[in-house]
């Protein structure tokens, strides 16, 4: 995997040749952020689909909202069957390729509290994580491509995703064909994701390989037998076994697995019994298992379950152990990431890129595109320009806010880097 086990990943230079370099810049590349800044309904579409957040798969009234917004532009619309998607395909005028370009469109269970103007009107629903400036970001570079139609050396396949926080959206997509709905393969896919904090506004940043980890649950159940707490041999006591658990899943991660690439495993909920001298019957432990790699998230279940089951044997109780995967590894392609580098500095100028340092723990269900495509996820710092990017609230806050300035310019990017990658043949 690019990026990492090199040694020394913390700085990542981009100067290096990518494919694609050779294509000249286009006057066009930079007009595109101009262009798309124009766009004034493309904010006021953003506002439509905040006032109205869905949760979920089942999206209809901002399904629709999307469907209406790309009228007029020539595209092939088909809608999901098993989750409110929309899957559109923009075909130029002349042969090539096929790319993909994604934005999510669910909402989280989050009252906000941002004193928007167009704050939600859907009570306990907010588009607290910013997939509304995806969406219409997305709309956005849509239309920039479209009026580019007759000299598109190829196809773009819009993918507007549900069910990004937990539903597995994209998985369902991908079933459904999207990858392929252009009649062939995409040879890329791309995607934005905007933040409410930590980068100034105007700011693109990825880092190639691994960019957010991967997330899964383990549920424990260690099952003994009750009695009294002063004839523990008589009973079959978990708590203990409970305990050991819990330190040998840190001594598991520290031993087990290469400490070039981190796991990390939290137990965030251990509950047993009901008084001092009872001795229950259960003792349950939930923990959060984050991996870096998919080598890590590959081994990682089969380790921890066998560590917690033979525990138990081993004081003669037994564990009902649960491992629930969650999204994978998101890994950028390294020549993907040199791509939207390069491209990102010709439409916002030479401080649009940062180079990110290192991953972020968070997960993303996008890994699963790019698991079939080589492609390129990027943050869009949308910290509102009153607010400092240290202290404002994060995305998910009730109070997160979003610059709408971030809808143009992941337009403009993502049109860019459509324009670039079909430009490559
Ligand atoms: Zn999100």
Redesign the pocket.
């Known amino acids: 995997m690019a990026g990492r086990g090199h040694g020394t990943v913390r700085s990542v230079s981009f100067d290096l040749p990518v494919p694609g370099s050779h294509v000249p810049v286009s006057a066009d590349r930079c007009a595109l952020l101009a262009e798309a800044r124009a766009m004034d309904d493309l904010v006021a579409l953003r506002h439509a689909l905040h006032r109205t957040p869905e949760i979920g798969l089942e999206l209809p009234v901002t399904q629709a909202t999307v469907i209406a917004a790309l009228e007029g532009l020539g595209l092939e619309i088909t809608r999901g069957e098993a989750l409110d998607s929309v899957t559109a395909v923009l075909r130029g005028g002349l042969p090539g390729p096929a790319v993909l370009l994604r934005g999510?469109m669910d909402a989280l269970p989050v009252t906000e509290d941002t004193g928007e103007a167009f704050t939600s009107q859907h009570d306990g629903i907010m588009h607290a994580?910013?997939?509304d400036l995806h969406m219409a970001g997305l709309v956005g570079a849509a239309r920039l491509l479209a009026a580019r139609r007759e000299e598109l050396p190829g196809s773009v396949v819009f993918m507007f995703q549900p069910g990004?926080e937990g539903y597995h959206g994209a998985r369902l997509m991908i079933e459904e064909g999207v990858l392929d709905a252009a009649g062939e393969r995409v040879v890329a896919a791309y995607g934005v994701?905007v933040f409410s904090a930590h980068l100034p506004t105007g700011v693109v940043a990825a880092r190639p390989g691994t960019l957010m980890a991967a997330s899964d649950q383990l549920f424990v159940r260690v099952i003994g037998k009750g009695g009294h707490g002063s004839k523990p041999h008589l009973a079959a006591d978990p708590i203990p076994v409970a305990a050991e658990i819990v330190l040998a899943l840190q001594s598991a991660v520290t031993r087990q697995f290469d400490a070039h690439d981190p796991v990390v495993v939290s137990v965030g909920r251990l509950a047993a019994g009901t008084i001092d001298n009872v001795i229950p019957e259960i003792a349950e432990l939930d923990a959060t298992v984050r991996t870096f790699s998919p080598a890590q998230h590959a081994m990682i279940p089969e380790r921890l379950v066998r560590l917690v089951e033979n525990i138990a044997a081993a004081h003669g109780l037994t564990a009902d152990v649960r491992y629930e995967r969650g999204y994978p590894v998101t890994v950028n392609d390294a020549g993907e990431v040199g791509r939207a580098a390069r491209v990102s500095r010709e439409v916002l100028g030479a401080e649009g890129w940062f180079d990110l340092p290192d991953p972020v723990a968070g997960a993303e269900d996008f890994s699963y595109v790019l698991e079939q495509v080589p492609g390129a996820y990027l943050f869009v710092a949308a910290t509102p320009r009153e607010l400092d990017p240290e202290t404002a609230p994060y995305?998910h806050s009730a109070q997160a806010r979003f610059d709408d300035d971030a809808v143009p310019v992941s337009a403009a990017v993502l049109a860019a880097l459509a324009l670039d990658r079909l430009a490559q043949g």
């Open positions: 999510d994580c910013g997939h990004e994701h995305n």
